[in-house]
């Protein structure tokens, strides 16, 4: 393999260790004559990242925003920067992934060998479950109106399995999780959208494909990242949805209707539920898309998260489902207070004729105090047993108003926007695909 220059673009925001842990595992890849350089975009963190990496790790160089301008306007700062100097390829890294030592090779030769791939993407596995595979790329998928990404779930499996005599896997989107382009790309097709966080990668690689490029993916390079299923972060749902929406408009406005449909019984399902909170995430999140608004929130949440110690007084009976108490962001919390007995657990009967006659009589007197369920997992059982319910995300806990005539009024104001959403997408999707 001859000689290639390679420059690493970490983007971080008040992740000092999980950086340094990544430039750690970046000093131990296998180069095999690869120049690696290190570029950290650090947004303004308030943890002392830039000061500490510049004094433990000189041979890195940090580039500061001076601000939070979230994955894509971090990654974008740093291509900007990198596209006026001589590299070859580009290596965008999330600052919490962990490299395995044959990381880069891989990705290197793909682009060495192969001149009609542009970008190449690496296996990602779970860091929370190292035997499985999160995603090897991504394709799109019409039937759902989103992503369905290549192998995700799958338990491990050999390079030679994977690729089947194939020199790369052709796919439509690679993650940015570990993701290595040509410099020249910046040139022909520019940076990243401004979208905070999340899709921005999606986007810049159908822009990819646009261009005539093939985007790839390479299984021997392999990587552990923090999978979307241990992160419960309602807010995230703004990007998601938002986001989406933009890529769907530019490349296939088809499918805005779609899922938005799709997203119909989903929504009216959580408002009943009492979820009310993550409904409304969703909603400002297409209605920002409709008024045209990128980048980060320019608001605050529409919802306040407490802490345990905040709701959780002494010797309340509180119910906590094992959905719950089992999780791993949680079970250090939950048993230090119940150490400290400043909590009684209470699990309610397994029997469904028990749990009927438990709700029926909860109707009139509440057998808890405080029952704090899955936000994600609700189990609808629970919701009608506390004087105070709570709904467990993975930052906090959000309170809920249960009442039925509550629930009724929000679901109607729910289906009330989302056919007013439904209206205005209509008629934006006419413009694009008239526009085409």
Partial sequence: MKIAKVAAIIVTWNKIKDVCLLIEDTNKLDLNGICLDIFVVDNASSDGTQA??????????VLQTGENIGGSGGF????????????????LLDNDVRLDHQALLPLVETLQNYSEVGLVGSQIRKLEQPEIIQEIGSHLHPQKAHLKTYLGNSPILSTEKILADKPYLDVDICAAASLLFRRELIQQIGVFENYFLHFDDVEWCLRAKQAGWVVAAHPASIVWHCSPDFKHRPWISYYDERNLCYCWQKYQPQLLLKRLRLLFPKLIYYSLTARFFLVEIYLWGLEDFLQGVKGKIADDLPYQEYTLPEIITENSKVLVPSNIYYQNSQIKAWKELELNKKITLWYPPKKLLHQIYIWIISSFFK????????????????????????????????????SLMNLLLNSLQVFYRLVKIYWQMSILVNKSVGAR
């Fill in 52 to 61: 500490y990496i510049e004094e433990q790790y000189p041979q890195v160089k």
């Fill in 367 to 402: 057998p808890v105090d405080l029952a704090i369920i899955s936000c994600y997992q609700p189990e609808i059982f629970y919701l009608n047993l506390a004087k105070k319910v709570y709904f467990c995300t993975d930052s906090g806990y959000v309170q809920v108003n249960i």
């Fill in 76 to 91: 974008s700062h740093g291509m900007k920067f990198l596209s006026k100097l001589n590299h070859d390829y580009i290596w």
